[in-house]
């Protein structure tokens, strides 16, 4: 039987996902939700994410970065290393769209499923590929994760550190720069997928954790490069260019976020609605070079001002006025977000344990509608469905389930 048809922008097309942890089988997941066929191939143990139990102190608990990252996935566990595995991923690839996987070079070639052995082979198949440091280079063949990639050599940690730190800023969570690189992959999935359908032409696709982290952190590459400096030149927490730029702390502990970068449209209404209408005229703070110039005084203003109330009250005050602010949340209120709801940006997916688990959806709406998340597989859940559907009878399933080949 053949794997049912998804709904979806990427209705009608086959990806076979050769894959683990979390940056590719992110942009495996995001084609998923779209309406990809994503089959994931599994070695016979699973994919090692499934046993990480990262964040929980219960270790019946389900691995939330496995279900997060592959859901709405077919899995199929093969032996790659076996020739009768890798004579099955050659019947899948036949049939697909997209090969998406981010083992090693090394790796790939020893089982005959780099590049250059499958184009030849497979001359309309899109080959996918998630890298630590690119395809060229004396590193080409090192491996990487975000956190040491993407997040360390990236720069994004160096420029989250303050000089006199005695450790570098770490990553604010679980696959944070995998995530990213995913989505970046995903993204040059569909560029090739659409290239491939207006064109005939196909193409390879290779994201690497490194661009990806430097394309984040490019307009500090920028200005450092040009200036000679080695970390991107920010101002001290004390002396912000913008006091309309900056985060100030409530009464209750809680902290507001301005980014009002016009800052002179908007000062005079800030003062006003903050009860504090003097300020706007005072010829220390009258426009944002006379700030610039006294930030220490106008810092000396604000700081005990917007200390003075509670989170709530500001959020009457700052809806009375045009300028751009908001809370900094924390990740256990993003829930109960109202914009969030309403545009059902998490989505309540029961997984296959029975636990459900809030799923944030792919950051893309089409129609006014989020892409609706599915539910990650168990191990080797679809293999005799994939198997069946590739052209294989019972007797031939069977067989490959005792050698091994299939779990």
């Keep these: 039987m053949a794997p049912k048809a998804k709904a979806g922008p990427l209705a009608g097309i086959t990806v076979i996902e050769v894959a683990m942890y979390a940056f590719v089988p992110v942009a495996g997941t995001i084609l998923s939700d779209m309406g990809a066929i994503v089959i994931k191939v599994e070695p016979v143990t699973g994919d090692p994410i499934r046993g990480l139990r990262t964040g929980t102190s219960d270790e019946t608990a389900i691995e939330l970065s496995w279900e997060c990252y592959n859901r709405g996935k077919r899995s199929i566990t093969l032996d790659l290393k076996h020739e009768d595995g890798r004579a099955v991923l050659m019947q899948l690839l036949g049939k697909a769209d997209v090969f998406l996987t981010n083992l090693l070079p090394p790796a790939r070639r020893s089982m005959g499923i780099d590049e250059a052995v499958l184009r030849p082979r497979f001359p309309n198949l899109i080959y996918a590929c998630g890298s630590a440091l690119g395809p060229h280079g004396p590193e080409r063949e090192k491996g990487g994760y975000d956190a040491i990639t993407f997040w360390a050599r990236g720069g994004v940690s160096s420029a989250l550190t303050e000089p006199d730190a005695e450790s570098p800023v770490g990553p604010p969570g679980p696959a944070f720069g995998d995530t990213l690189s995913g989505s970046m992959l995903a993204g040059g999935i569909c560029a090739a997928i659409a290239q491939r359908a207006l064109t005939g032409v196909v193409s390879s696709v290779d994201v690497s954790l490194l661009n990806a982290g430097m394309w984040s952190m490019q307009r500090a590459i920028a200005q450092s490069t040009m200036e000679g400096v080695d970390r991107f030149p920010r101002p001290p927490r004390n002396r912000p260019n913008n006091v309309l730029s900056y985060n100030y702390k409530t009464s209750d502990g809680r902290f507001l976020a301005l980014c009002m970068l016009q800052a002179d449209k908007y000062w005079p209404r800030l003062c006003e609605v903050a009860g504090r209408p003097e300020l706007a005229s005072d010829p220390r703070f009258v426009d944002a070079a006379a700030r610039r110039a006294n930030t220490e005084d106008c810092l000396g203003e604000l700081v005990p001002l917007f200390a003075s109330k509670s989170l709530a009250e500001w959020r009457e005050i700052l ?35 029975g636990i459900d688990v809030p799923m944030v959806s792919v950051p893309m709406m089409f129609d006014g ?3 609706p998340a ?30 091994g080949v299939v779990f």
């Design 319 to 353: 809806n009375q006025q045009d300028g751009q602010w908001d809370v900094v949340q924390h990740v256990g209120e993003m829930h109960a977000d109202p914009q969030a709801m309403a545009n059902n940006y998490i989505q309540t997916v029961r997984c296959t344990a």
């Design 374 to 403: 599915g539910v990650s597989p168990d191990v080797g859940a679809h293999s005799d469905e994939i198997l069946a559907a590739a052209g294989y009878d019972e007797d031939a399933i069977i067989d490959l389930k005792v050698k």
């Design 369 to 371: 509608k989020a892409l």
